[in-house]
């Protein structure tokens, strides 16, 4: 493009030389000078006849004075007119013969221009596909962006009913963890109740080991005192006395291993109660 704007470049200016010419020539062969304009060569005279040889036609001849110029002076001045035609004819094709050696180096280049331009039109059918093959690249492109677009906005939408149904499940989830929780309470206030009846049942259990301990004791006490008060009696005495302390102190260790049967099966009958409990919690 380049060098088609320089070749119309060369074409405007070569049109200006031909404008800019300092002479031509009009119909009548006279000089005519830039933009049109005629030269001025004075009055037009007839072109002079040619002297003789060893005649001086400046001289005055038959005893004139002035050489053969009639009065008024017209063909001194026709003479100088002539002259300065012809030096304006030579000026002018001069001047010519220069633009024409002008127009026919401008022509030259103008023709290098050419094929220079020609050899860049032969560049642009490769690069008009190259730029056809990347805008097929970047169609392709954007038909692909297009369709994932298409893609995620369709996967987008199904997100606001996937959050729903997660809430949903973090509700159900939070309601089954309530629960669980009550459960769970429920459980470790039974276990609460049991630890306090296994207290309060070890606390009766001491109570009455302690109360017979002390009965033991005090009869003990008793027995012996008896033993040192009846020691002086006699020997048969001792024994009956003996023998009644003996079954007394039987009796009062069956009647305490009695209680102490009594309070292994209460915890036996706890231990399965809290295992049925625990069995139910756990089914529901």
């Known amino acids: 493009m380049d060098k088609l704007f320089g070749k119309r470049k060369d074409v405007s200016q070569l049109e200006e030389s031909k404008a800019d010419v300092g002479v031509l020539l009009d119909k009548r062969g006279r000089p005519t000078h830039k933009h049109g304009r005629k030269a001025d060569v004075g009055p037009v005279a007839n072109p002079p006849t ?4 060893g005649v001086d036609r400046t001289k005055p001849t038959n005893g004139g004075s002035g050489g053969g110029v009639p009065p008024g002076g017209q063909p001194a001045t026709m003479h100088l007119g002539k002259r300065e035609a012809t030096n304006a004819l ?72 996937l959050f729903e149904g997660i809430h949903k499940t973090l509700e ?23 630890h306090e009846s296994i207290g ?28 040192e008060e009846t020691q002086k009696q006699a020997y048969t005495s001792f024994e009956k006395t003996q023998s009644a302390q003996l079954g007394q102190l039987g009796q009062m260790i069956e009647s305490s291993t ?27």
């Not at 009550?182 to 049991?194: E, G, S």
């Not at 259990?205 to 008896?226: G, M, P, V, Y």
Request: charged fraction near 25%; charge should be positive; aromatic fraction near 6%.
């Open 200 to 227: 309060t049942l070890a606390k009766g259990n001491q109570k009455a080991i302690k109360d017979t301990t002390e009965s033991f004791e005090r009869s003990s006490t008793r027995t012996t005192r008896a033993f």
């Open 90 to 161: 030579v000026d002018g094709f001069q001047d010519l013969s220069a633009l024409l050696r002008g127009l026919d180096r401008r022509m030259e280049q103008q023709g290098q221009r050419t094929g220079d331009l020609n050899e860049k039109f032969t560049e642009l059918p490769a690069m008009a596909r190259a730029q056809v093959d990347f805008m097929s690249q970047v169609s392709r492109q954007l038909s692909d962006q297009k369709q994932r677009t298409g893609e995620l906005l369709s996967k987008l939408t199904g997100l606001p009913a």
């Open 50 to 53: 040619a002297a003789a040889p």
């Open 172 to 194: 159900r989830q939070a309601a089954t963890e309530e629960r669980t929780e009550k459960n769970l309470t429920d459980f470790r206030q039974t276990m609460d109740r049991i």
């Open 258 to 284: 009695r209680v102490n049967r009594w309070m292994i099966v209460t915890m036996v009958i706890v231990a399965f109660t809290l295992v049925a409990l625990l069995a139910t919690l756990v089914s529901r």
